[in-house]
């Protein structure tokens, strides 16, 4: 029921606070396509949600954190470098907010200054 911007905050307070993220994996990570045809890679702020989300196509895959060091270090990076979006806090009806890699990174760096001062 949140606002795609109140989601996106909360997923930024949340990961840095807690130092991790949740994605749904199998053989490979769970991904969606943007209109344009474009790749999004969805990512959660916890365990619980990324379950909500693990059924249809994805009720094989199972939930997997993903430490924030490599997330900020290995995987935002590359999505950049690959043009794949960030989906943040999906739902389980589809409702998802996309945001470019770099604005993340950005926005997670702000949050884990803030935290560590």
């Known amino acids: 029921k949140m606002s795609a911007a109140d989601r996106?905050?909360?997923f930024v307070k949340k990961v840095a606070a807690c130092e991790t993220v949740w994605g749904l994996q199998a053989d490979d990570w769970a991904f969606s396509n943007t209109n344009e045809g474009g790749m999004i890679?969805?990512?959660?702020p916890e365990r619980e949600l990324a379950e909500c989300c693990a059924m249809g196509l994805w009720d094989s895959y199972t939930v997997t954190p993903i430490k924030l060091s490599d997330f900020m270090s290995l995987w935002l990076p590359g999505m950049h470098a690959d043009e794949v979006k960030v989906?943040?806090?999906m739902t389980p009806d589809d409702k998802v907010g996309v945001q470019?890699?770099?604005k993340l990174m950005?926005?997670?760096e702000d949050e884990l200054r803030?935290?560590?001062s």
């Open 106 to 108: 950005a926005d997670l």
């Open 87 to 89: 989906g943040f806090f």
């Open 100 to 102: 470019d890699p770099v």
């Open 8 to 10: 996106f905050q909360y």
């Open 41 to 44: 890679l969805p990512f959660w």
């Open 114 to 116: 803030i935290l560590n």
